[in-house]
């Protein structure tokens, strides 16, 4: 959906490193969630927020951490990347109906 | 626990018909969704069944059968472009979307 963005795109990093995913979106929803997606499984819900006061956990949120820092804006960060968090990222906001951002694909080496 | 089923892959002849299946246990019902995802893209929204009975869109139709647990995809027509993921999804109680893992469809000449 071209009114949600996520940066970077594609990003490679090392075991270990902190890693900082972005996701700004134009549509004026309260609601914006991450997930994960890898190979032949579905979404994994990361966290989710109903709005910029309301943070909370989804079902695989350990190793991850997130920011709400306005409507518009909830960064997902990775503190100490590891192999196993390799995968495809979303970011989705929400009403009614969830509008996926491009998504992120992380390779952690 | 909460469970999505789908039917891992499919394949079908360009022209035909083709329907997705997908079963559920969750946690309250408020909706399930389908979304069609291709190869290293993001998901995108192609319906919503609150209520029992059949919806059309186009060529895409989808069915709900609350008492059963049940829903499925109806594609016609299929193209070639229709050679993709489908993600079924449903909304719990908690207005969680659990997800399943995605059926491929591949759709031959």
């Known amino acids: 959906d071209a009114d949600v963005t996520q940066t970077p795109r594609n990003r490679i990093t090392k075991t270990g490193k902190r890693i900082m995913l972005e996701c700004s979106q134009t549509k004026g929803h309260d609601r914006m969630y991450w997930y994960r997606q890898d190979p032949g499984l579905g979404l994994q819900l990361i966290y989710y927020s109903f709005d910029v006061k309301d943070i909370n956990k989804g079902e695989i949120s350990d190793g991850y951490s997130v920011s709400r820092q306005a409507q518009a804006k909830f960064s997902l960060s990775l503190e100490s990347a590891i192999p196993n968090q390799t995968a495809l990222y979303f970011c989705?906001?929400?009403?009614?109906?969830?509008?996926f951002g491009p998504g992120t694909r992380l390779t952690v080496l | 626990g909460q469970n999505i089923d789908q039917p891992t892959e499919m394949t079908a002849t360009e022209g035909a018909i083709v329907q997705i299946n997908c079963t559920y246990q969750?946690?309250?019902?408020?909706?399930l969704f389908w979304y069609q995802q291709h190869a290293g893209e993001a998901p995108t929204f192609l319906s919503y069944n609150v209520l029992d009975g059949l919806e059309e869109k186009g060529r895409f139709s989808s069915f709900l059968s609350r008492s059963k647990g049940y829903s499925y995809l109806l594609l016609k027509e299929l193209q070639m472009k229709d050679s993709a993921s489908y993600l079924c999804?449903?909304?719990?109680?908690?207005?969680?979307?659990?997800w399943g893992a995605g059926t491929k469809l591949i759709i031959k000449p």
């Open positions: 999804a449903v909304l719990d109680s908690n207005y969680q979307l659990i």
């Open positions: 989705a906001p929400e009403r009614n109906e969830q509008f």
């Open positions: 969750t946690s309250g019902f408020n909706g």
